[in-house]
């Protein structure tokens, strides 16, 4: 069984430029969720997916966006960065709408100059 | 808007006294809660939910509506138990899978 995959590991961006960070779910799961993870600072929730369809979202600004695929990995894309972004992102996938039951990614790592 | 607050950054016990990490919550609906842990170089991952109401590597949490806190214990740590703890809070309704994590707690067991 294949784990929650997460690429690019770290990454360095400057303000203003976009960034596109990638998920591939575990096997077997349907959902997808998105977190923010800032120094110190429990995961918050950017987004979830469901059947490609974005169907949570978290007090985050538009220009965070994601995509669900078909064979259910994921992107967040996020436009016009911020020093703020920088943080760590996590994507968890799971079975079903509703669960709260995730399986984490090991992250990736955006700093933003 | 629900909250989680895990009052502690930080606790440190010795190997083989009992352990409590602390999680209170405000939701004003019937919410779901969890634990979830990060062991050092690992990934976040589940260790319990209370709907469930089992028992993880010898953890047990009960959710107390009327407290409204969902604390974690252990009868008797082990050093393997060192980690970041998270205290997480599923609401109903359409809040499909959000969950609201608290800031988490650093538990360090000493030999």
């Known amino acids: 069984e294949t784990g929650v995959t997460q690429s690019p590991t770290h990454l360095i961006k400057t303000r203003g430029q976009q960034v596109t960070l990638r998920c591939s779910s575990q096997?077997?799961?349907?959902?997808v969720s998105w977190y923010q993870q800032a120094l110190g600072q429990g995961p918050q929730f950017i987004f979830q997916?469901?059947?490609?369809?974005?169907?949570g979202r978290g007090n985050f600004p538009p220009r965070f966006s994601g995509l669900q695929f078909p064979n259910y990995s994921s992107e967040l894309n996020v436009n016009a960065l911020e020093l703020d972004d920088s943080a760590l992102y996590l994507c968890?996938?799971?079975?079903?709408?509703?669960?709260?039951?995730?399986?984490f990614g090991e992250g990736s790592r955006l700093t933003v100059l | 808007a629900q909250r989680v607050t895990q009052p502690e950054k930080l606790l440190s016990v010795f190997k083989g006294a009992p352990v409590e990490l602390k999680c209170n919550y405000s939701?004003?609906?019937?919410?779901?809660l969890f634990w979830y842990v990060q062991y050092s170089r690992q990934r976040l991952q589940l260790l319990l939910r209370?709907?469930s109401r089992e028992s993880i590597k010898g953890f047990t949490a009960d959710l107390n509506k009327g407290e409204t806190s969902f604390h974690l214990k252990k009868p008797f740590a082990q050093e393997e138990d060192s980690a970041m703890y998270y205290c997480?809070?599923?609401?109903?309704?359409?809040?499909?899978?959000?969950?609201?994590f608290g800031q988490g707690t650093i538990l360090t067991v000493h030999p």
């Open positions: 968890a996938s799971g079975w079903g709408i509703n669960t709260g039951e995730l399986f």
């Open positions: 096997s077997g799961h349907n959902t």
């Open positions: 997916y469901y059947r490609e369809e974005e169907n």
């Open positions: 939701y004003s609906g019937s919410p779901e």
């Open positions: 209370h709907i």
């Open positions: 997480a809070l599923k609401a109903g309704g359409t809040s499909y899978g959000k969950l609201t």
